[in-house]
């Protein structure tokens, strides 16, 4: 198994379209890699997909591995690009050692552990029998995770390549859940004595809602919530307020169209806003903007102040970002939550998305009971769903021990082995298959979750050379 494989196949993924609940095609395209190989598959009614290289001979009773990766992508898109992620393939580009898609996402969150996976299943050299598992929806819910039967695989170790830091090894991951609330507002007729006002926060890093949550970066809406606050007290009318999209994504964008008397006082207080903004965010999101716009059309509603003053209020005081670090591993954000998105849905109702992680279960709950307890007393209906428990720490295991042995004979180097927080499928394994004995480990991606996600190339080279050793040395080959 080489590298350049690994991204051949890869290339060939990011033309497939696999956004999270339509695997379809991804799906087929595992079924065709595996029948023009000569290899077991087996698909189950999530629509897992598990591709099975057989033991050689004489390697049948070396221990059945479990390379495990996640079929879907984030679909994110900067505003104005025309892209369509059912049937357009990734467009990017290979510049200074790193595979970039500038205005999408990549999808090398978990691409790259598919196509790894998928070369280590077609590789020739004698090992034990090696089962990839390819699970659907993970990020939108872990659902395929949880859809798994009890008996769909038989390894009792397996490796998760859906981490982003080569040279770590991940030993833990933060449990999570989302929280959704609804408001249902009143609606009046639009004043015509008043002009329309778009408001626009854009350009922001965005990220990952675990991994970036503790990097301070701009999020989208919460900002305008902040400035439509300040702006309660001069009174506009809200007509929409829409931004942010994914629940594991940190708001890059959002816009609001308000009603209003003087347009051009409320544009130039709003550019100062956005001045504000790039000297706040000078270090940590220094491309965010801001801009005000005057519309033409006209909407036959707006929704009633009282309604408003609720919603925007809850939307700026809605807790987000670290709400406690872990005592017992340095630097490790414990407890977060994440305000996502904000969507207008029709007149007078909006949907607010948030999700919350820990990996304390009791502090994860009462994250989500304080997001809860913030929106509700502004008069949302407020509801839990999408709970996925986290995966505790065991620095005794084997697998473990393993990898460093391999990672310090290969790189003259120490491994990091650390927790993540993020949500990763091996908590919910561990419930399945208990006793299974799971690492975590990748090559290294910065930006996934949003456009201008990239992967470091000489990092892909370390992270194929260390996953094959590892392999090779359970088949006894190393």
């Not at 990011?14 to 698909?43: D, K, M, N, W």
């Not at 898109?77 to 970039?100: A, T």
């Not at 005794?396 to 790189?411: A, D, I, M, P, T």
Request: hydrophobic share 40%; proline share 3%; with cysteine.
């Amino acid at each position: 198994m080489d590298s350049k494989r690994v991204l051949e196949i890869f290339k060939e993924i990011t033309r497939v379209p696999r956004e999270s609940g339509h695997e379809e095609l991804i799906i087929s395209y595992l079924q065709s890699f595996a029948s023009s190989h000569g290899l077991e598959c087996r698909t189950d009614k999530a629509g897992n997909v598990l591709i099975v290289k057989k033991a050689a001979e004489g390697k049948e009773n070396v221990p059945v591995i479990v390379l495990q990766s996640h079929s879907d992508m984030v679909c994110e898109k900067n505003s104005g690009v025309e892209h369509d992620f059912s049937r357009d393939p990734i467009k990017y580009v290979i510049e200074d050692g790193w595979m970039v898609a500038r205005d999408t996402t990549l999808g090398a969150d978990c691409g790259i552990g598919m196509a790894a996976t998928l070369a280590a299943l077609e590789d020739p050299a004698p090992t034990g029998r090696i089962e990839g598992l390819f699970t659907v929806s993970e990020e939108t819910g872990l659902d395929g995770a949880k859809a798994l039967e009890p008996d769909f695989i038989t390894g009792k170790i397996l490796i998760n390549l859906d981490s982003e830091d080569e040279g770590e090894l991940f030993v833990g991951c933060a449990g999570g859940m989302d929280t959704t609330a609804y408001f249902r507002c009143g609606t009046k007729k639009l004043s015509k004595e008043t002009k329309l006002l778009k408001l626009r926060i854009f350009n922001g890093l965005g990220g990952h809602s675990g991994d970036d949550i503790d990097k301070g970066r701009c999020n989208a809406v919460q900002q305008l919530a902040r400035f439509l606050y300040y702006e309660l007290k001069t009174g506009f009318d809200l007509c929409s307020i829409n931004g942010g999209n994914k629940r594991n994504a940190i708001a890059r964008e959002a816009e609001a169209v308000i009603s209003v008397s003087d347009a051009e006082a409320v544009s130039s207080r709003f550019l100062s806003f956005a001045d504000d903004l790039k000297r706040e965010f000078s270090v940590s999101d220094p491309c965010v903007q801001a801009e005000a716009s005057v519309l033409e059309e006209t909407v036959p509603e707006v929704f009633d102040r009282d309604c408003a003053y609720r919603l925007v209020s809850a939307l700026f005081a809605a807790p987000h970002g670290v709400l406690a670090m872990s005592m017992d591993i340095a630097g490790l954000v414990e407890t977060s939550t994440n305000l996502a998105s904000v969507r207008t849905e029709a007149p007078g109702l909006v949907r607010v998305g948030t999700s919350q992680r820990s990996s304390v279960t009791s502090e994860r709950h009462a994250a989500a009971a304080k997001v809860e307890a913030c929106l509700s007393l502004a008069g949302a209906q407020v509801s839990h769903e999408s709970e996925y428990p986290g995966w505790k720490p065991d620095l005794s295991s084997g697998l473990l021990k393993v990898c460093r042995e391999s990672y310090r004979k290969l790189f003259s180097a120490e491994p990091v082995v650390r927790a993540i927080h993020a949500g990763l499928e091996c908590g919910l394994f561990l419930d399945k298959y208990p006793g299974l004995d799971m690492i975590s480990f990748g090559p290294t991606l910065k930006g996934v979750h949003a456009p201008g996600e990239r992967l470091d190339l000489k990092s892909l080279d370390k992270f194929v050379v260390f996953l094959d050793d590892v392999l090779a040395s359970y088949a006894g080959n190393a």
